[in-house]
């Protein structure tokens, strides 16, 4: 049973060129295994998703987009983003119609997102429980859940002055 923080919200330290890195390489790595393409610009969506850990709208990837190629335009980013989200990695958040990279893409997962009203910034949970309690609550009314994705707006405690001790982890 699965109760992760598969994302959580980054410290100021954080490593992001290997962050970045690591998504690449586990994208490559998932693409391989369900034999399809990780084209260039699919690649390059997932990297400007995972230049930032705040959820991202596709219009604000169009226009990164444009300032490096001369053909972007919305169609391409929304095909780009529907592959990168039927691959799993990528999530959309739908409150913000936005969108953000997958903290565990090798694993299918419901997803709980914390989102900071305050710095944008999203924090990516799979907690086990949680799904099954909605999942089987939704049953008890005769309704089959297809997908399921939960998202919380508050303060991260960076922003709320409650952030956890250095090293402290909420992961397990």
């Not at 393409?37 to 990837?61: G, M, Q, S």
């Not at 990168?84 to 997102?113: D, K, M, W």
């Not at 949680?130 to 707006?153: N, P």
Request: charge should be negative.
């Amino acid at each position: 049973m699965a109760n992760d923080v598969l994302a959580p919200f980054r410290a100021a330290g954080h490593d992001h060129g290997k962050c970045i890195a690591a998504a690449l390489t586990a994208a490559e790595d998932i693409c391989a295994a369900q034999n399809v393409k990780l084209t260039d610009l699919r690649r390059r969506v997932l990297e400007l998703i995972w230049d930032r850990h705040a959820p991202v709208r596709a219009y604000d990837l169009l226009d990164q987009l444009r300032s490096e190629r001369r053909g972007a335009a919305p169609p391409t980013v929304y095909r780009a983003l529907e592959f990168l989200i039927e691959a799993g990695l990528v999530h959309r958040i739908e409150s913000l119609n936005a969108y953000v990279g997958c903290g565990e893409p090798a694993t299918s997962h419901g997803g709980q997102f914390l989102i900071c009203a305050e710095c944008g910034r999203v924090a990516e949970l799979d907690d086990d429980e949680i799904s099954h309690r909605v999942a089987e609550r939704a049953r008890r009314l005769g309704f089959t859940v297809s997908r399921q994705t939960i998202e919380i707006m508050g303060l991260c405690g960076q922003c709320s002055g409650t952030a956890p001790a250095a090293g402290a982890s909420d992961a397990g």
